[in-house]
Structures are given as C-alpha cells and as structure tokens.
C-alpha cells in the first residue's frame, strides 16, 4: 500500500463522533477519527512496512501515527528514530502505543531508563509505559532492577506532571504482578505513597487503585 493510499483509507474510516471521542481524550486537531478495530484490519492488510510507517509518522496526522506504530518494523528500529518520534508525543494515547512498540525492539531498556528521566510530560509518560511493558516482557532482568523502579516511583509520582503519575502508577501495577516478591514490595509502595491523583480531563478515565489492581490480578491468575 502507498502513502496516498493509506491517506485516503484512513480518511474513509474516519467519523466525526470518533473525531469528538478522540478530542476529548487530547488527541488534537490533525486527525480523521479512526475506530481502532479499523486500524487493526488495515494493520492485517499492510503487515510490517517500514518505509510507510515513517511516511506516516511525518504526516503528524494522529490516526496515520497510530497506523504507524502498528505496521512499523522493530527490527529496523534506530535510536534515532526512536528518539525522533518522543519528541511527536503530545497525548496519551500516542504514548502508549509507542511504548508498546519500543517494547518490541532491542532499545526497550535502554529507551525506558532515558526516557524516565524526562520532565517532559509525554516523554516522562513513554518511558513509565515502557517500564510496565519491559516488567511485563523481560524475564531476565533480575528483582533488583525493578526494586528501584518501585523506590523511583514512590519517591517522585506525587512531584511528577499529570498524565507521567499515570503512567507511574501503572508501571508499579505491572511491577507489582511480576513476581510474588516485587508483589509485596509494589503493594507496601503503593500504601506509602497513598491516592494518586490524575486530572484524565473530560473522559470516563480512572487511575486505578494499584493495590486492588495487582492483588485482583493475582486472584485472577490463580
């Protein structure tokens, strides 16, 4: 599939009620309103392409950068492009789709440990994210790397900007169901560090309790 061609679909699947949705949800002004089920069956079409993902990263339409995340191809991932991207975020919900990606590529760690160092709020959003997908993915990294995931949270996430508190408290819930040590510890955590409050604007979003969370998770598993 072509640039023109991606363009012309994504502008064919848009509706002004997801336009209103995604708005609401800080998505800006560039964007057609395309549902994600009908990201995911252009996804289907396109497979891995590369050389699309980029063009479409560059529109700065927020449905083409959607489409992006999906088809790009994390073995031909650079740093540079990685970091080029951060730099785009400017909502959530771009955040965690690029989170998701970068957790497919070879830069996951090295990405997380930069990008939480960030005072930027998207920046500092991505890497937290990507804290909570790397707890989930990399079985090899020892308890000790994540214990002081759980001591950076604790000790900055009421200091931190809005929509990084979420993100932080997501990556303690994700820390927290890695393991019935980290369990312990994320809990302990999350009882010191008490309410996380999150302005999610004119949404129906919620923090959740990070407490409940891991230990509804855990239930589930068992």
Request: glycine share 8%.
């Amino acid at each position: 599939m072509t640039y023109a061609e991606a363009i012309k679909q994504l502008q064919s699947l848009g509706t002004a009620q997801n336009v209103k949705v995604y708005k609401r949800h800080g998505m800006g002004e560039n964007l057609y309103g395309v549902s994600f089920a009908d990201l995911g069956k252009l996804k289907k079409q396109i497979k891995t392409d590369q050389q699309l993902a980029q063009q479409l990263w560059k529109s700065g339409n927020g449905d083409a950068r959607h489409l992006a995340l999906m088809i790009a191809d994390p073995e031909k991932a650079t740093e540079e492009m990685l970091d080029s991207w951060v730099k785009d975020l400017n909502y959530y919900m771009l955040c965690d789709l690029l989170a998701g990606f970068v957790g497919k590529t070879d830069f996951a760690k090295k990405k997380a440990e930069e990008w939480t160092k960030s005072r930027d709020e998207w920046v500092g959003r991505a890497g937290w994210d990507l804290v909570g997908v790397v707890a989930m993915k990399e079985e090899s990294l020892p308890d000790r790397y994540f214990e002081q995931c759980i001591r950076t949270i604790e000790k900055t996430i009421h200091q931190s900007k809005n929509f990084t508190r979420h993100a932080m408290n997501n990556a303690l819930i994700s820390i927290g169901i890695r393991n019935p040590k980290l369990e312990k510890l994320a809990i302990a955590a999350a009882g010191r560090i008490g309410k996380v409050e999150v302005d999610h604007g004119q949404t129906g979003c919620k923090t959740p309790d990070a407490v409940a969370y891991i230990k509804k998770t855990k239930s589930r598993r068992k």
